[in-house]
């Protein structure tokens, strides 16, 4: 395409170029390094807030004009020196361009060089039953005309030439429905009718965000952190319950304003304790287990960050599968969940086993990836992608008080793999739970309509 054309249809078809820009606006972490491949002009880069991003384009027309704006950002010729690039980005964006690749398993193959274990890849693409429609608007000169015959690639195809290259699918989505801006009608279109049942199939934009493969397990240090309020009886004997996993494992409990005597119970338990653990203890400032769990993560030494819950209605012997699942790089944020095995008779309410059903279906809707069980206490993230959580926090603010949430919408937001294991939920020994099933049941749901407002409804 000539840059005249170009320019013009841009103008033309500035809505939707601006939507498509929203969207990677929502899904590229402002501290990532980023490279877009079908840059044109660099009207997409130029958007982004990042700082250190590459486009590349097969135009020296296009490259001209893309330095001559934007001076800042690097352009290079996908032909001519593509080939040079020594570098790795943690996200690479790809608008578009398989449609009119001639060969798109070699395309995705020829990746690899760009890429580190973190990258993630966003693929755009239009959806196939939109084809009659484009197809009229290039007839009535509304979009620029195809000089190519282009690839129709489904979901399906697009995973499938990703997954023969050794990249698996994160999240996958459309949005998109009202192709033209009219006041108040195309905004609430696309913005909450798309996301839908039924009308998100209906979405011109398909995106998928893959990531590469895990390749080989790592050996972390680990740090297992729990809170405890008025779990006193739960304490005796908690440290030679936890598994070896690591030579570098350490215990923190974090104390939260017990009205009985577990303060005292766990430095008796560090007390008597022999074994190969060092185990610390803090007491909280603050309230509620999301800041118990923060300032428990502050305080760890390890590279691999643990949540226990003190009344180990999760047994600790199960740690070493969340250990494993999370070295291997399977999962980024690994979480327990109760509600697959059979529970012990009094290990959770009727009408907790329901709010927790119906808050997963609401999670998995509104994040894109599958979650059963928002508030199994046990959850592992090294230490790496939490201080990366800890950095977009403010996307969602801090009113958490179960710190489950802040790690669920954390994780989804920077595109990270959560992943759960399936759990046998055992019911307390001691003492009664610190869940207030109306109270927390409408702040979770309040917590719930603000993740849509910031996560899915954009």
């Known amino acids: 395409m000539e840059l005249n054309n170009w320019l013009k249809y841009y103008k033309l078809n500035y809505y939707y170029h601006h939507y498509v820009q929203e969207i990677l606006l ?43 704006t934007y001076p800042k ?109 009219i006041k108040y009608i195309s905004g609430f279109f696309n913005k909450f009718v798309s996301v839908l049942p039924f009308f998100n199939s209906l979405g011109l934009i398909n995106y998928s965000i893959y990531r590469p493969f895990p390749s080989n397990s790592n050996n972390y240090s680990v740090s297992i952190v729990i809170p405890a309020r008025n779990e006193s009886g739960n304490i005796v004997g908690v440290l030679d319950k936890i598994p070896r996993l690591v030579k570098k494992q350490e215990v923190i409990f974090i104390e939260g304003h017990s009205n009985d005597d577990t303060y005292k119970s766990i430095l008796k338990e560090i007390k008597r304790y022999k074994g190969p653990m060092s185990a610390r203890v803090f007491k909280q400032k603050g309230n509620g287990k999301g800041d118990a769990v923060r300032l428990g993560f502050s305080k760890a030494r390890g590279e691999m960050l643990m949540i226990l819950d003190a009344d180990l209605t999760v047994p600790p012997q199960e740690l070493p599968k969340f250990y494993s699942t999370c070295a291997s790089g399977k999962g980024d944020l690994v979480m327990g969940s109760r509600l697959i095995y059979p529970m012990e008779k009094l290990a959770m309410r009727t009408l907790n086993v329901i709010g927790n059903k119906v808050f997963s279906l609401l999670f998995t809707f509104l994040l894109g990836q599958r979650i059963k069980d928002t508030l199994c206490g046990t959850k592992v993230i090294v230490k790496s992608n939490y201080q990366k959580i800890i950095a977009n926090r403010k996307h969602f603010g801090d009113f958490d008080p179960f710190g489950d949430f802040d790690l669920i919408f954390g994780a989804a937001k920077l595109n990270l793999k959560i992943l759960e294991i399936p759990i046998r939920y055992r019911q307390r020994s001691y003492g009664k739970t610190n869940i207030s099933r109306f109270e927390h049941g409408l702040l979770l749901l309040r917590m719930v309509l603000f993740a849509a407002r910031k996560v899915k409804f954009i």
Not at 126 to 147: C, R
């Open 26 to 68: 929502h899904l590229v972490p402002e501290s990532a390094s980023v490279i877009e491949f079908g840059s044109k002009c660099g009207e997409t880069l130029s958007r982004l807030p990042n700082k250190k991003k590459t486009g590349v384009e097969y135009s020296d027309t296009f490259i001209k004009a893309a330095r001559d």
């Open 73 to 181: 950002i690097k352009f290079i010729n996908e032909h001519k020196a593509l080939h040079k690039l020594r570098q790795k980005f943690d996200y690479i964006i790809i608008s578009h361009v398989l449609t009119y690749t001639t060969d798109v398993q070699k395309f995705v193959s020829g990746l690899k060089p760009l890429i580190h274990k973190d990258t993630r890849i966003i693929v755009l693409y239009f959806n196939y039953l939109w084809k009659p429609f484009l197809d009229l608007a290039q007839k009535l000169n509304l979009m620029a005309p195809n000089t190519s015959q282009p690839n129709w690639l489904d979901s399906n195809d697009t995973d499938n030439i990703f997954h023969l290259e050794s990249y698996e699918l994160l999240k996958s989505g459309r949005r998109f429905i009202f192709p033209y801006q």
